[in-house]
């Protein structure tokens, strides 16, 4: 199926991604790679404040995961705003996931998830990733978690 | 002399590799590069208890660098399972180690050795590749190292 | 324009390119992407003293953008010394930015633009480039920033 209408069908309306607002831009092609600039849990313009702060401390794993799908939904709006539609993607190359996390939280698998589970849902089989999942210390905004996507594209 | 060989000749028998939990994928291709997902230094199906925690505090520079290859060691098993066989790496691209390390731990490359050293004892010059290596807050399963990897594979 | 004209006329004399002290490699080509190690704000071989420890303890938003700038002077002289020349390079395709954060500094981005900015100076439109930053607990010799980055290069 389409990804595009796995996403209609889903319900998912894909944000207007954000602007860059430096010298970087949301994402960059080479060949037949696209890599997307790592994504902060952005809603309208501003992160979600139910996304803000550390895991094990001020949200924990299903809010995790939720910040998680919500970053990914915007990898997948700037994916989109650079090569004009989600067909195009032929795989889901790689994820990269950092959580931000208090002393203590490991279950950085689970909250990394809510990213994962959507490239699936929306691609299928060719969804299925390689992924990196990290703890760190702090993230731009005090996001709960920073994703980045390598995609193959036609 | 073949990577496999040289293994062989190593004595190194990589161990079935980890099967992914979720929605991704222990390694994935596209074109000549394959993205290997972090890896933790499990041995049977665990995480090695001699693995857990962090450097400078819980495991010094000697047991990180046994952490380092033994998550290397399951890097490779990840690759050989995609691909069929290690002789099928062209080259080793680029290792990525991210060292659970307590405050003040800055020997982050000494730690990562185990890891680069490993590909040059199995790959040869083939095996020299680009790396970065950071110093993180938490990893799952408190594991004292992950490691990521690209390889160029025909 | 050329890019080793910008560097001229900007004034930027690139150092001599550390040696990697491992068996890794300060970059590493494949096909047309080359990936470059992760690179510290070395001057004359040493870490410069003005860069060391963590943004929003031991140095602030315009010393980390120094850092990041110096780091990514780095990577450009590595780049130079894997292909020859700057000139070769047919985009800048993506930076990784790893921060040395103190608890609670969240201006990750800031820093980071002083990487960004260098790489627009030199390379005009091609040196815009997706980036990932985050804020890591511990990086090599205390440094305040690590920078790596993926060209595309002809």
Request: proline letters at 6%; a positive charge.
């Given at each position: 199926m389409?990804?595009?209408?796995?996403?209609?069908?889903?319900?998912?309306a894909?944000?207007?991604?954000?602007?860059?607002?430096?010298n970087?831009?949301?994402?960059?092609?080479?060949?037949?790679?696209?890599?997307v600039?790592?994504q902060?849990?952005?809603?309208?313009?501003?992160?979600?404040?139910?996304?803000?702060?550390?895991?094990?401390?001020?949200?924990?794993?299903e809010?995790?995961?939720?910040a998680?799908?919500?970053?990914?939904?915007?990898?997948?709006?700037q994916?989109?705003?650079?090569?004009?539609?989600?067909d195009?993607?032929?795989?889901?190359?790689?994820?990269?996931?950092?959580?931000?996390?208090?002393?203590?939280?490991?279950?950085?698998?689970?909250?990394?998830?809510?990213?994962?589970?959507?490239?699936?849902?929306?691609?299928?089989?060719?969804?299925?990733?390689?992924?990196?999942t990290?703890?760190v210390?702090?993230?731009?905004?005090?996001?709960?978690?920073?994703?980045?996507?390598?995609?193959?594209?036609a």
């Open positions: 389409s990804a595009e209408k796995k996403l209609a069908e889903l319900g998912l894909l944000p207007t991604p954000a602007t860059a607002l430096a970087y831009i949301p994402a960059a092609r080479s060949g037949s790679l696209l890599f600039s790592g902060l849990p952005m809603r309208d313009g501003a992160l979600d404040p139910a996304c803000r702060g550390k895991l094990g401390a001020d949200l924990f794993n809010g995790g995961q939720a998680a799908r919500l970053a990914a939904i915007n990898v997948l709006a994916a989109r705003a650079a090569i004009g539609s989600l195009r993607v032929t795989r889901v190359v790689r994820l990269g996931g950092f959580i931000n996390s208090a002393p203590g939280f490991h279950a950085l698998p689970v909250v990394m998830n809510g990213a994962s589970d959507l490239m699936v849902a929306v691609f299928g089989d060719k969804g299925r990733h390689a992924r990196t990290v703890g210390s702090e993230l731009p905004l005090d996001a709960a978690v920073e994703i980045e996507a390598v995609f193959e594209v």
